[in-house]
């Protein structure tokens, strides 16, 4: 089967760097992807991490290491804007490839002024 | 281009009835899959669709089922309504499996 952990919540303040951490469990990989979902709203998509090592977009960074099973969301310069849930996600292995996700339950960021 | 839409965006049903919700995914997308949110358990999986064929389905009872037609649409339907079915049912639509996968503003279920 498979696994996400990540907590459930977190408060950061605003201008700072928060990491959001995440552990899975799957018994085959195929990538690893994070989303934002704002309350109300439907998840955006943000990174999605196949090798190891770190990938840069913007204010936002995506860190995986396979054999440790983990990986990490990295939000610098936080906004208030950036107050969401954090989704992390692996894809389900089937039969036929990689067919859906399995999402972790969110880690509830809030940011303060 | 327009994103994925999910029709309709708010409904009440009794228990034991049944319910159809729709989507349209991206022009372009052939994969389209679902998802049940609810605060206790987060996003679960349903079923996943690509070229009209259901390729994975999640652990949900029968009473969970889904079609998609040629030009990428897919309905899912619930018979025999619960209480515990009551939930955020969102859509989501990728090119292909296993890559972006956008997501439309879901069907709010409530279930009474």
């Known amino acids: 089967g498979q696994n996400i952990d990540q907590p459930t919540e977190m408060t950061a303040t605003e201008g700072a760097i928060v990491q959001i951490n995440c552990t899975y469990q799957t018994s085959g990989f195929n990538g690893l992807f994070w989303y934002q979902q704002h309350a109300g709203e439907a998840p955006t998509f943000l990174s999605y991490n196949v090798l190891d090592g770190l990938e840069e977009k913007g204010r936002f960074s995506s860190f995986l290491s396979r054999s440790k099973g983990y990986s990490y969301l990295l939000l610098k310069e936080l906004q208030m804007k950036d107050s969401a849930s954090y989704l992390c996600a692996v894809p389900l292995l089937s039969g036929g490839g990689a067919d859906g996700l399995t999402f972790g339950k969110g880690t509830h960021l809030i940011i303060q002024p | 281009k327009a994103g994925v839409t999910q029709t309709p965006r708010y409904l009440i049903k009794t228990r034991g009835q049944q319910v159809t919700l729709s989507c349209s995914p991206i022009s372009g997308h052939r994969s389209v899959s679902w998802y049940q949110q609810t605060p206790g358990q987060g996003l679960q999986f349903l079923f996943e669709?690509?070229?009209?064929?259901?390729?994975n389905k999640g652990n949900f009872p029968g009473r969970f089922s889904g079609r998609q037609f040629s030009n990428s649409r897919s309905e899912m339907n619930v018979s025999t309504l619960e209480l515990g079915d009551s939930a955020l049912y969102l859509c989501?639509?990728?090119?292909?499996?296993?890559?972006?996968?956008?997501f439309g503003q879901g069907t709010r279920l409530t279930v009474v």
């Open positions: 989501a639509s990728a090119q292909v499996p296993n890559t972006e996968a956008f």
């Open positions: 669709y690509f070229s009209e064929t259901q390729r």
